[in-house]
């Protein structure tokens, strides 16, 4: 039943954004959860026992809303710690970048700055996608949804699992 869990959480997300809910507050569940759906090589992290690390740019009221939601919760069977970020710091092993909408604009220099390194990015933009980033929130009928770029998260060495790509709003194809 445990082993199920994760496949039951991201319709749940759907109805919770349907029942308004805060939009930060799902927003926060959604990047809480992403990473149950991300196949992460041996190299995502410096050693067994480290945290799952989560890096946010701008998005005040998500950071505090994971902060809040991540407290004691464990994401890989890791332990979580949520970082705000002003600038890339690809020295600092992280795993999920998350670039809020307010800054956007700098979408391109973090994707440049994790290029190839196994950090899944979470972007909140139109476009964001088409920029590089492996998951984008977008709103659809009012109701919080993302997209996905398999490709993307491939060049990282991730591997987006194909139960989160089934319940995604829109999967961006590889060029043929």
Do not use: H
Not at 124 to 142: C, I, R
């Amino acid at each position: 039943m445990c082993a199920l869990a994760p496949w039951i959480v991201l319709p749940r997300l759907e109805r919770a954004a349907a029942a308004q809910a805060p939009i930060e507050q799902v927003k926060a569940a959604y990047l809480l959860k992403f990473p149950d759906f991300v196949e992460w090589p041996p190299n995502a992290f410096s050693s067994p026992d480290s945290p799952f690390v989560v890096g946010i740019s701008g998005a005040d009221d998500v950071y505090v809303e994971l902060r809040a939601l991540a407290a004691g919760q464990r994401v890989a069977g890791r332990m979580i710690e949520v970082l705000r970020l002003q600038n890339p710091e690809p020295d600092f092993v992280t795993q999920l970048i998350f670039v809020g909408n307010d800054r956007s604009m700098q979408l391109p220099v973090w994707i440049d700055a994790y290029a190839r390194r196994p950090v899944l990015i979470v972007a909140d933009t139109v476009g964001g996608l088409e920029s590089g980033a492996m998951l984008n929130f977008v709103e659809v009928d009012a109701r919080l949804r993302f997209e996905a770029s398999p490709a993307a998260a491939e060049r990282s060495g991730l591997r987006l699992s194909s139960r989160l790509l089934g319940v995604a709003e829109r999967v961006l194809k590889a060029p043929s």
